[in-house]
């Protein structure tokens, strides 16, 4: 098995911390949570979790997110996507399931799209 074809364990997580600024393109398929600072394009089959100092901006694909800090872009979920009460969400949604808490701030377009639709949209990455 080649060292890129393997599958991450069970809660194998990886974290962009407090602090750290990270420029560029992720892709992984394992759960991503983000503290810091994220600029470019991040493609995941994983949950993503943007922590409340969070700032990510650019293109994101990921299985289903929980959002506290800040998000600017081009965001698409396979699943469900939440706006915690504390988050900020600028840019173009699509999911399957939103869920926008009391407080939390949102400027942009949401299409709910169906599981066959992230299909094509994530194609490529994950051979979808």
């Known amino acids: 098995m ?4 393997v599958s991450p364990s069970i809660n194998e997580v990886s974290r962009i911390s407090a602090g750290t600024e990270v420029k560029g393109n992720l892709v992984s398929k394992s ?3 983000i503290d810091g600072n994220f600029e470019g394009d ?3 089959s994983g949950k993503l979790v943007v922590g409340e100092s969070a700032v990510v901006r650019g293109n994101i694909i ?3 997110a929980d959002i506290w800090g800040s998000v600017e872009g081009e ?7 939440t706006l915690k009460s504390s988050s900020q969400f600028t840019g173009n949604l699509r999911t399957n399931k939103i869920c926008i808490e009391m ?3 949102f400027s942009g377009n949401c299409t709910i ?9 994530s194609s490529g990455y994950f051979g979808g």
Do not use: Q, Y
Not at 113 to 121: D, G, N, P, S
């Open 2 to 5: 080649a060292k890129h074809d």
């Open 31 to 33: 759960d991503m949570r």
């Open 42 to 44: 991040m493609v995941t």
């Open 62 to 64: 990921c299985a289903s």
């Open 75 to 81: 965001f698409c979920s396979r699943e469900a996507i």
């Open 103 to 105: 407080g939390a701030g």
């Open 113 to 121: 799209i169906t599981e066959e639709e992230f299909e094509k949209i």
